[in-house]
C-alpha cells in the first residue's frame, strides 16, 4: 500500500504523476503498481488519473484502488475532450511543483520517471522540460509512419530539435506548464513552446513497449497533420516573442 498523503498538507507533495486516460479498465491497476515500484521511497508523491469520459469500468476501477493508495486521485470529465484537455486539467490539480505525465495504456514504462523527474530537479531552474524519446517502438508500422512524417513536419516548420514530441512521458515545473497559452493539441508542442519562454530540455531515452491490452483511444485524428493550424500558430508565437524588459520602480 502506498502511503497516505494527509489532504491538508499539500506541501508534502513533491512530485505529481499525471495519467490521462479514456475506456483504459484493464490497465489501471497494473500501471498504478508499476508507478508505485517506481516511486515509493524517492519522492513525496501523489498519482492524478483523468478520466476523460470512459464508458467502461475505469471510473469504478479507479474509485477501488483509491481505498488501497492514499495518494491516488481520479479527476473526471464528463464527456471526452481530448488528451491535451486531460493533461491539462491534471496539471491544474496538481500539488506538486514538478509534475510528470504518462499515458495510461501501458505503453510508458513508469521505471523512466525517476530519470526524467531528477533531470528537472537537477537543472537548477533551467530546465523546462524532460521529454522521453522512445527507442524500440512496438507500434504497427501505420502509426510509426504517422509519427515520421509528423514529427519531420512539425520540427521542419518549428526547429525545435526533437525527434519524437509524441512520447506521453514527460516531465516539468507546473509553474511552466500553466505559463504557456492552452490549445487543443498543446502537448505534441511543448518542446517549440518550452524553448520559446528560454527553458532548456532534457532528454530521456526511453524503451516502448506494447500496451497491456485494448486499443488505442487517442489516434490517426488526434495527430498533427490534421492540427496545422495549432503548427502555424505555435510558428507565429515563436515569431512574435520578444525579450522581457528589466522592469525597476523609481522610488
Known amino acids: 500500500m502506498s502511503a497516505d498523503l494527509p489532504s491538508s498538507d499539500?506541501?508534502?507533495?513533491?512530485?505529481?504523476?499525471?495519467?490521462?486516460?479514456?475506456?483504459?479498465?484493464?490497465?489501471?491497476?497494473?500501471?498504478?503498481?508499476?508507478?508505485?515500484?517506481?516511486l515509493d521511497g524517492r519522492w513525496a508523491y501523489e498519482i492524478?488519473?483523468?478520466?476523460?469520459?470512459?464508458?467502461?469500468?475505469?471510473?469504478?476501477?479507479?474509485?477501488a484502488l483509491m481505498k488501497v493508495h492514499g495518494n491516488l486521485r481520479q479527476l473526471r470529465h464528463e464527456k471526452s475532450s481530448g488528451q491535451s484537455a486531460a493533461v491539462r486539467s491534471g496539471v491544474r490539480a496538481a500539488r506538486g511543483a514538478i509534475v510528470a505525465t504518462l499515458d495510461g495504456d501501458g505503453q510508458n514504462n513508469p521505471a523512466f520517471l525517476p530519470d526524467l523527474i531528477s533531470a528537472v530537479e537537477s537543472g537548477g531552474g533551467r530546465i523546462g522540460l524532460a521529454a522521453g524519446q522512445r527507442v524500440g517502438r512496438k507500434d504497427t508500422g501505420f502509426k510509426k509512419m504517422q509519427s515520421r512524417i509528423a514529427n519531420a513536419v512539425r520540427n521542419g516548420i518549428l526547429r525545435d530539435g526533437t525527434r519524437d514530441t509524441g512520447c506521453g512521458l514527460?516531465?516539468?515545473?507546473?509553474?511552466?506548464?500553466?505559463?504557456?497559452?492552452?490549445?487543443?493539441g498543446l502537448h505534441r508542442f511543448l518542446p517549440a513552446l518550452v524553448r520559446r519562454e528560454g527553458f532548456g530540455i532534457a532528454y530521456v531515452d526511453v524503451i516502448d513497449r506494447p500496451r497491456h491490452s485494448g486499443v488505442s483511444n487517442y489516434g490517426f485524428f488526434d495527430r498533427l497533420w490534421i492540427g496545422i493550424m495549432d503548427l502555424a500558430g505555435v510558428w507565429w508565437l515563436i515569431r512574435r516573442k520578444k525579450s522581457t524588459p528589466i522592469a525597476t520602480e523609481v522610488t
Not at 11 to 32: G, T
Open 10 to 38: 499539500q506541501a508534502a507533495v513533491a512530485v505529481s504523476i499525471v495519467v490521462p486516460v479514456r475506456n483504459e479498465a484493464d490497465n489501471v491497476a497494473p500501471l498504478i503498481t508499476e508507478i508505485t515500484a517506481a
Open 48 to 63: 492524478i488519473y483523468v478520466n476523460d469520459g470512459s464508458t467502461d469500468a475505469t471510473a469504478e476501477r479507479l474509485k
Open 170 to 184: 514527460k516531465a516539468f515545473p507546473r509553474e511552466v506548464f500553466l505559463s504557456m497559452p492552452y490549445f487543443d
